[in-house]
C-alpha cells in the first residue's frame, strides 16, 4: 500500500488535470453488454411492464437505465439486446421483468460488473430461453422461491390443503374457494382485492389467517415487495372472468 501511494502522488501532483480527463472517459465509454435471450410469453406480459436489459446502482431498486426488448419479438425467437457505454456506478446489468417507473420486479438472469473489470469492451451474455408470461413469472420467481416450503414442495398438498408446486399452483388458486375462510376464494378471477391471495399478503392482512403471511415476500423483494404485489394483482386482475 505506501509503495502504490508513493507511486501515486507524483502523479497526481504534476498533472492531476490529466489523470481527471482520463477517468472522465472511462466513465462515458465504459463497457458495453450485448445479451441474447429467447424469449416465451411477452405478449402475455401485461402493457403496464417490460423486458429490459437494465443497469442498477447496488442497492437501487429503479434501473438507472432500460433497453427494452421489443414487444414485436417473435415468440421463442432469439433476441440480441445492447445496453452500451455503462456507467461506472453500475454495479449489475439485468435482464428484467420492470415496470412503467423501471422499477425492477423480477430478474431473470444477472451480470456482477466487478467480475468483468478486466474484460474487454463487449461483454457477451447469452440467457438462454426465459418465459415472461406473468404466470410463470409468479410460479418461479414467487411460489417456487417464498410458498412452496410449506405449499406442497415437501410432498402432500401442503399448508391448508393448498398446493403451490409448478404445476399444482394455477388450478389450485384461480377460483377455488378457500378451506379456511368461508364463502372467500383464493384467487376470484379479474378481481384481485376480493382474492385472499391479495389479501393475506397486503399490508393490513396480518390477522386473516393464523399464519400471518404479510412478510412472507420481504425478505425475498425487500425493497421492491410493493411492486411484486402490485404484479400479482395485475396477474388476477387480467384473468378472463368464468362469464367472458
Ligand atoms: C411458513 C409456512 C408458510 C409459508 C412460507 C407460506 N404459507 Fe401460505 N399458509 C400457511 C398456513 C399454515 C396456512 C393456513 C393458515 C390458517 O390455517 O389460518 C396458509 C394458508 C394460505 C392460503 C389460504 C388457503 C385457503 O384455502 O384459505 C393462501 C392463499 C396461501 N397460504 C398462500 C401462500 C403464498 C402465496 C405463499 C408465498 C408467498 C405462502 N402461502 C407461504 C403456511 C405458509
Redesign the pocket.
Known sequence: MLTLLAALFPLVSCDSGDIIDKTTAYDSEGHTVKLTVSVAGLDELSDKYTLALATFKSGDNYALTAYNIPATTEDNGAVSIIAPHIDSQVSTVELAVINRLRQRIVTLASINMDDYSDANDTISINAGTVDVRMFSIIQQH??D???????GGNGGN?????N?TQGQ?FNN?VD??????EG?F??VSGAASQ???HQ??AEGGED????N?TE??SSQFKNDVAAVRTF?DDWINNLKTSQE
Open positions: 414467487v411460489f422461491m417464498s410458498c412452496i416450503q410449506c405449499h401442503g399448508a391448508a390443503n393448498l403451490l399452483a388458486l377455488i374457494p378457500s378451506t379456511r375462510k372467500r383464493r384467487v382474492s385472499l391471495l393475506i399478503l386473516i389467517l393464523h399464519y403471511h412472507v415476500l400479482i
